[in-house]
Nanobody
């Protein structure tokens, strides 16, 4: 069973950048479609971006051009580069792994991103 650990969150000023990392262990990493989700206080969790094992990406429309998802299959890792951050990007960001072989998708513990001056 795959396990996920996120890192890279923190406090950043508006206009700044952060790069989140998610390290996966267990399972066959290339078999998983990886995704980043976020959940702001009082709001539902929403999908930010996905990337397949082959590298095909999708993004939440409103984040295109600011957020970039990538993966390194040799390192069993997925990343989220976030640029031009705004206060509305403040949320807990979660890494997710999914595949047809899983009964349910797997979540990391989350990492807090706070955008504030």
């Amino acid at each position: 069973q795959v396990q996920l650990v996120e890192s890279g969150g923190g406090v950043v000023q508006p206009g700044g950048s952060l790069r989140l990392s998610c390290a996966a262990s267990g399972g066959v990493f290339t078999a998983y479609t990886m995704a980043w989700y976020r959940q702001a206080p009082g709001k539902q969790r929403e999908r930010v971006a996905t990337i397949t094992g082959g590298g095909t990406t999708t993004y939440k429309n409103s984040l295109k051009g600011r957020f970039f998802i990538s993966r390194d299959n040799a390192k069993n890792a997925v990343y989220l580069q976030m640029d031009s951050l705004q206060p509305e990007d403040t949320a807990v960001y979660y890494c997710n792994a999914d595949s047809s072989a899983l009964v349910r998708s797997v979540w990391g513990q989350g990492t807090q991103v706070t955008v504030s001056s």
